[in-house]
């Protein structure tokens, strides 16, 4: 059963063809391509290797970026044995089996590097049980993960590692692991140069993605360069990388409402697209949207909460694809609307206010008394009508009594803001005139 963890398992067939991600598959970490940030000599795993003192590591990063050659190149320069399982197919029975095997391998002086692809998908009490051999040095553990560590890992495993964030492969890291496939295939590509940048745009960072699609360019029978458009008939664009539900989802939406708050409609536009092209629903986009215009454009521009709300209803009335053209207007008008969020921390400053005050009644003069027994317990008693009032303003206390009169809506003097700012001040002194503050 070990044999199918172990990495020294022998191939059925020695013979078969091997595909080319293998074939290329880099033999020590200096041959590795991209994540310089954690690989190069003043870099986590950089200080490590040279200081003889490596620790358990979580890999957070995109597919295809080099998690698992990264751990299998680490245990080779370490001297650790290399056992790679996925958490997707291992069961408890399993596990320990794995750490059985560790613990007997330790006894005759070996240790054991355990690589964890997904580790993600253990649920927490399978996380628990990698720690009593993480802490007694059975195993060192490497995990990699797609999702963010902070919420699918347990913090006793987090506080035994070191995260190390990959970052997807850039256009020079793609052309490079192309002149190195040329190279092992003996031949250039029969792309011409615009079907090779072509090319790289469809591998969107993912390096193994790029030599799946190389192989299959490889194998096309041609004797003249291809264009974009032969490339495309002949290849089907990767999808791009999203899921609605984990990191991707939420990274998206971010990129989005910053953009908006930032007053850039064009980098707006462009994450509000990458959000639709990636599956997203508009609906969710609909209400977002309209959060955006609640949360940081608020009073500066009242009418951008109803320009939200039309294009909106708009999408429910003509669906997709044209509903979502009312959408990209309602971004656009955001990201150039005036921005505000006077209103949002007023808020929060008076919810702040009454979870502190608890159930201090209002004061009396301005509670209805509509019993006489009410009426004899001062309600109402004192309350001061505003319209009768000069100016139309009492300047009466609405806090309770005792409580010190909180100032919570600071307008800025932006938009249609500016007006209201001049309307506040101008109450201020009033209530300041009439020593009522």
Same mark, same amino acid.
């Given at each position: /059963?070990?044999?199918?963890?172990?990495?020294?398992?022998?191939?059925?067939?020695?013979?078969?063809?091997?595909?080319?991600?293998?074939?290329?598959?880099?033999?020590?970490?200096?041959?590795?391509?991209?994540?310089?940030?954690? *690989?190069?000599?003043?870099?986590?795993?950089?200080?490590?290797?040279?200081?003889?003192?490596? &620790?358990?590591?979580?890999?957070?990063?995109?597919?295809?970026?080099?998690?698992?050659?990264?751990?299998?190149?680490?245990?080779?320069?370490?001297?650790?044995?290399?056992?790679?399982?996925?958490?997707?197919?291992?069961?408890?029975?399993? =596990?320990?089996?794995?750490?059985?095997?560790?613990?007997?391998?330790?006894?005759?002086?070996?240790?054991? =590097?355990?690589?964890?692809?997904?580790?993600?998908?253990?649920?927490?009490?399978?996380?628990?049980?990698?720690?009593?051999?993480?802490?007694?040095?059975?195993?060192?553990?490497?995990?990699?993960?797609?999702?963010?560590?902070?919420?699918?890992?347990?913090?006793?495993?987090?506080?035994? #590692?070191?995260? *190390?964030?990959?970052?997807?492969?850039?256009?020079?890291?793609?052309?490079?692991?192309?002149?190195?496939?040329? !190279?092992?295939?003996?031949?250039?590509?029969?792309?011409?140069?615009?079907?090779?940048?072509?090319?790289?745009?469809?591998?969107?960072?993912?390096?193994?993605?790029? *030599?799946?699609?190389?192989?299959?360019?490889?194998?096309?029978?041609?004797?003249?360069?291809?264009?974009?458009?032969?490339?495309?008939?002949?290849?089907?664009?990767?999808?791009?990388?999203?899921?609605? #539900?984990?990191?991707?989802?939420?990274? =998206?939406? &971010?990129?989005?409402?910053?953009?908006?708050?930032?007053?850039?409609?064009?980098?707006? =536009?462009?994450?509000?697209?990458?959000?639709?092209?990636?599956?997203?629903?508009?609906?969710?986009?609909?209400?977002?949207?309209?959060?955006?215009?609640?949360?940081?454009?608020?009073?500066?521009?009242? @009418?951008?909460?109803?320009?939200?709300?039309?294009?909106?209803?708009? $999408?429910?009335?003509?669906? &997709?694809?044209?509903?979502?053209?009312?959408?990209? @207007?309602?971004?656009?008008?955001?990201?150039?609307?005036?921005?505000?969020?006077?209103?949002?921390?007023?808020?929060?400053?008076?919810?702040?206010?009454?979870?502190?005050?608890? &159930?201090?009644?209002?004061?009396?003069?301005?509670?209805?008394?509509?019993?006489? *027994? /009410?009426?004899?317990?001062?309600?109402?008693?004192?309350?001061?009508?505003?319209?009768?009032?000069?100016?139309?303003?009492?300047?009466?206390? $609405?806090?309770?009594?005792? /409580?010190?009169?909180?100032?919570?809506?600071?307008?800025?003097?932006?938009?249609?803001?500016?007006?209201? !700012?001049?309307?506040?001040?101008?109450?201020?002194?009033?209530?300041? !005139?009439?020593?009522?503050?």
């Amino acid at each position: /059963m070990a044999d199918l963890f172990d990495s020294g398992a022998k191939a059925a067939d020695t013979m078969a063809p091997r595909p080319l991600a293998d074939r290329l598959r880099p033999q020590s970490l200096s041959d590795v391509i991209g994540q310089e940030q954690v *690989l190069g000599p003043d870099a986590p795993l950089g200080i490590m290797l040279s200081s003889g003192s490596l &620790s358990s590591l979580i890999f957070w990063g995109p597919p295809g970026v080099g998690k698992t050659t990264i751990a299998r190149l680490l245990a080779n320069e370490s001297d650790l044995h290399f056992v790679q399982i996925s958490a997707i197919f291992t069961g408890v029975p399993d =596990l320990r089996k794995v750490f059985e095997a560790a613990k007997m391998r330790r006894q005759n002086g070996k240790g054991t =590097l355990l690589f964890v692809d997904e580790i993600h998908r253990f649920n927490k009490a399978q996380q628990d049980g990698f720690l009593p051999y993480m802490e007694d040095g059975t195993i060192l553990l490497v995990g990699a993960t797609t999702e963010n560590p902070s919420f699918e890992l347990n913090a006793a495993v987090l506080s035994r #590692s070191q995260v *190390l964030i990959l970052k997807r492969l850039d256009e020079g890291d793609l052309e490079r692991l192309i002149q190195r496939a040329e !190279k092992e295939l003996g031949k250039p590509l029969p792309l011409a140069p615009d079907a090779r940048d072509a090319l790289i745009n469809m591998a969107d960072g993912d390096g193994r993605a790029l *030599l799946n699609l190389i192989e299959q360019i490889a194998a096309w029978k041609t004797d003249k360069k291809l264009g974009v458009d032969d490339l495309t008939k002949r290849l089907m664009k990767r999808a791009a990388k999203y899921d609605k #539900s984990g990191d991707e989802h939420y990274n =998206l939406i &971010s990129a989005l409402h910053k953009s908006v708050r930032g007053s850039d409609p064009d980098a707006a =536009l462009y994450w509000y697209a990458r959000m639709l092209t990636g599956g997203e629903d508009p609906r969710y986009l609909a209400r977002r949207i309209t959060r955006m215009a609640v949360e940081d454009i608020g009073l500066a521009d009242p @009418q951008a909460h109803r320009v939200c709300l039309d294009a909106w209803e708009t $999408y429910e009335r003509l669906g &997709s694809p044209e509903g979502e053209l009312a959408l990209a @207007q309602a971004v656009t008008y955001l990201a150039l609307a005036p921005k505000s969020n006077a209103g949002y921390v007023a808020y929060k400053a008076a919810m702040n206010a009454a979870k502190k005050t608890g &159930s201090e009644p209002p004061p009396a003069h301005i509670l209805n008394a509509p019993t006489t *027994l /009410m009426k004899e317990q001062g309600f109402g008693a004192g309350y001061a009508y505003d319209h009768d009032a000069e100016d139309g303003f009492s300047g009466q206390n $609405y806090f309770p009594d005792g /409580m010190k009169r909180g100032v919570y809506y600071l307008p800025v003097d932006r938009g249609f803001e500016r007006d209201l !700012k001049k309307r506040v001040d101008y109450f201020a002194g009033l209530r300041t !005139k009439r020593g009522k503050s």
